[in-house]
């Protein structure tokens, strides 16, 4: 039922701006929280949401409903952008600067920015985690992220990175192992 | 590893929200929507558009220009295998310069090749072309034909030499001029016999002539931009001579001695 309503709205979201309003509306916030998560940097969390929703603007037109929720298509997209980013951080184009150019007031969109990053900075303990999350690979820190801070079963993860619940069941495991290790070199250290 | 689990469970986790700047990437994929949605309009339906377009033109162009081209080298076939055509190609080297047709008929063109120049100083002042030619080739080679093929009988109608007078005609004034011209010159003094006498004065035919359609006929015409030219054939004691003048410029061009021989 749910598919079908989905399915309808991506093949209205094709022609018509209000229905891709409709998507951006439900699924902004998840994803661009999700990015949050991943990057613990506002800023950076803004361009890259920017770019995920660019993306799946541009590739909606080619977009064939396989029984895949809207919401995986775009947490795979985001997860695509920010995996790319760390990948090739050099060569990263920032899209939402390059845009912020053609906004009306920029001001506004700064000092929202800075106070997000007030309130995340209070996040210490997360950040603190965020650290040691951010030494594993790019595929480990996906699975992390999904699993434990957006709370997405198994089946959904699977859904999102095209892969095999059984991977993603090891992925998770061998995530964990390497971020206990990492927990317990610090501790010793301290 | 349950207790790792168990923390990230735990943890509280940054809920950040940035509705300005929800507000703002809202309105840019809005925007970015519009135009990619007239870039896909443009690509659905203007460029097949555009795609048939020029098909049909190509289509239109075939069936007006192909047959038009094959029907130009059946005339050319069928002029060329006329003996009237054949024996002035052999004789005077004409080649077809030009081809219309008009009523299932085509109209061709027969220019003779432009015989070498030949430039001699003379008082090393005026430069003209002396040349001694015979009575044949300096009276009748400047000469083109125009040939007229019936396409629907596939035989040539008609061969017919086209004449000076025709296309390019002299006035009295523009006579009364090449006299004048004639008159002045003084190295045609020193090189004429003082008993010349004028024979005949005519209209020196172009050498690059044309086809042109005016209404339902076929007309030779000059090509655009030429100068006419007037020959004049003088005559002494058995002797004759074809001196041409230029009428824009006003001056000789070219004097021939015609060898009787």
Same mark, same amino acid.
């Given at each position: 039922?749910?598919?079908?309503?989905?399915?309808?709205?991506?093949?209205?979201?094709?022609?018509?701006?209000?229905?891709?309003?409709?998507?951006?509306?439900?699924?902004?916030?998840?994803?661009?929280?999700?990015?949050?998560?991943?990057?613990?940097?506002?800023?950076?969390?803004?361009?890259?949401?920017?770019?995920?929703?660019?993306?799946?603007?541009?590739?909606?037109?080619?977009?064939?409903?396989?029984?895949?929720?809207?919401?995986?298509?775009?947490?795979?997209?985001?997860?695509?952008?920010?995996?790319?980013?760390?990948?090739?951080?050099?060569?990263? /184009?920032?899209?939402?600067?390059?845009?912020?150019?053609?906004?009306?007031?920029?001001?506004?969109?700064?000092?929202?920015?800075?106070?997000?990053?007030?309130? *995340?900075?209070?996040?210490?303990?997360?950040?603190?985690?965020?650290? /040691?999350?951010?030494?594993?690979?790019?595929?480990?820190?996906?699975?992390?992220? *999904?699993?434990?801070?957006?709370? /997405?079963?198994?089946?959904?993860?699977?859904?999102?990175?095209?892969?095999?619940?059984?991977?993603?069941?090891?992925?998770?495991?061998?995530?964990?192992?390497?971020?206990?290790?990492?927990?317990?070199?610090?501790?010793?250290?301290? | 590893?349950?207790?790792?689990?168990?923390?990230?469970?735990?943890?509280?986790?940054?809920?950040?929200?940035?509705?300005?700047?929800?507000?703002?990437?809202?309105?840019?994929?809005?925007?970015?929507?519009?135009?990619?949605?007239?870039? !896909?309009? !443009?690509?659905?339906?203007?460029?097949?558009?555009?795609?048939?377009?020029?098909?049909?033109?190509? !289509?239109?162009?075939?069936?007006?220009?192909?047959?038009?081209?094959?029907?130009?080298?059946?005339?050319?076939?069928?002029?060329?295998?006329?003996?009237?055509?054949?024996?002035?190609?052999?004789?005077?080297?004409?080649?077809?310069?030009?081809?219309?047709?008009?009523?299932?008929?085509?109209?061709?063109?027969?220019?003779?090749?432009?015989?070498?120049?030949?430039?001699?100083?003379? $008082?090393?002042?005026?430069?003209?072309?002396?040349?001694?030619?015979?009575?044949?080739?300096?009276?009748?080679?400047?000469?083109?034909?125009?040939?007229?093929?019936?396409?629907?009988?596939?035989?040539?109608?008609?061969?017919?030499?086209?004449?000076?007078? $025709?296309?390019?005609?002299?006035?009295?004034?523009?006579?009364?001029?090449?006299?004048?011209?004639?008159?002045?010159?003084?190295?045609?003094?020193?090189?004429?016999?003082? +008993?010349? +006498?004028?024979?005949?004065?005519?209209?020196?035919?172009?050498?690059?002539?044309?086809?042109?359609?005016?209404?339902?006929?076929?007309?030779?015409?000059?090509?655009?931009?030429?100068?006419?030219?007037?020959?004049?054939?003088?005559?002494?004691?058995?002797?004759?001579?074809?001196? $041409?003048?230029?009428?824009?410029?006003?001056?000789?061009?070219?004097?021939?001695?015609?060898?009787?021989?």
């Amino acid at each position: 039922m749910l598919g079908e309503f989905e399915e309808n709205l991506v093949k209205r979201a094709k022609k018509d701006p209000e229905a891709f309003g409709l998507i951006y509306d439900k699924y902004y916030q998840p994803i661009f929280g999700y990015i949050l998560r991943r990057t613990a940097n506002v800023a950076l969390a803004e361009d890259l949401t920017a770019q995920t929703f660019l993306k799946a603007l541009k590739s909606l037109w080619r977009f064939r409903w396989q029984n895949v929720p809207i919401s995986a298509w775009l947490y795979r997209i985001a997860t695509n952008e920010v995996n790319s980013y760390y990948r090739k951080k050099k060569s990263f /184009k920032n899209v939402s600067l390059e845009e912020a150019k053609n906004l009306k007031s920029n001001v506004n969109l700064l000092e929202e920015v800075q106070k997000a990053e007030e309130e *995340l900075q209070k996040e210490k303990e997360f950040l603190l985690l965020h650290q /040691k999350i951010a030494k594993l690979k790019p595929k480990y820190q996906t699975v992390i992220t *999904l699993r434990f801070f957006e709370k /997405k079963k198994i089946s959904e993860i699977a859904q999102i990175l095209g892969k095999p619940e059984g991977t993603i069941k090891a992925q998770i495991h061998r995530a964990l192992e390497q971020l206990r290790k990492l927990l317990e070199e610090d501790e010793t250290k301290n | 590893m349950e207790e790792l689990k168990e923390k990230l469970n735990k943890i509280k986790k940054p809920e950040i929200e940035l509705p300005y700047f929800k507000t703002t990437l809202k309105e840019r994929l809005l925007r970015e929507h519009q135009k990619m949605q007239n870039r !896909f309009s !443009f690509v659905l339906f203007a460029k097949p558009a555009l795609v048939g377009l020029s098909i049909l033109i190509i !289509f239109i162009l075939g069936i007006l220009i192909l047959p038009q081209q094959f029907m130009e080298a059946q005339a050319l076939k069928i002029a060329k295998s006329h003996p009237e055509i054949q024996k002035l190609i052999q004789e005077y080297k004409i080649q077809p310069t030009d081809i219309k047709l008009q009523d299932k008929k085509a109209y061709l063109l027969f220019m003779p090749e432009e015989a070498p120049k030949r430039e001699l100083e003379i $008082e090393n002042q005026k430069r003209m072309l002396l040349k001694i030619a015979s009575e044949k080739e300096a009276l009748e080679k400047a000469k083109g034909v125009l040939a007229i093929v019936d396409l629907q009988r596939k035989k040539v109608a008609s061969v017919k030499t086209i004449r000076s007078r $025709e296309v390019v005609p002299l006035s009295l004034q523009e006579e009364q001029l090449v006299k004048e011209v004639v008159e002045k010159e003084e190295v045609l003094k020193k090189l004429l016999p003082p +008993t010349v +006498t004028i024979e005949k004065i005519e209209p020196a035919l172009p050498k690059k002539l044309r086809l042109e359609r005016k209404g339902k006929e076929i007309q030779i015409v000059p090509p655009r931009n030429f100068q006419k030219k007037a020959r004049i054939l003088y005559k002494s004691n058995g002797k004759r001579w074809i001196v $041409e003048v230029n009428l824009k410029k006003k001056k000789i061009e070219n004097l021939q001695l015609i060898n009787n021989q």
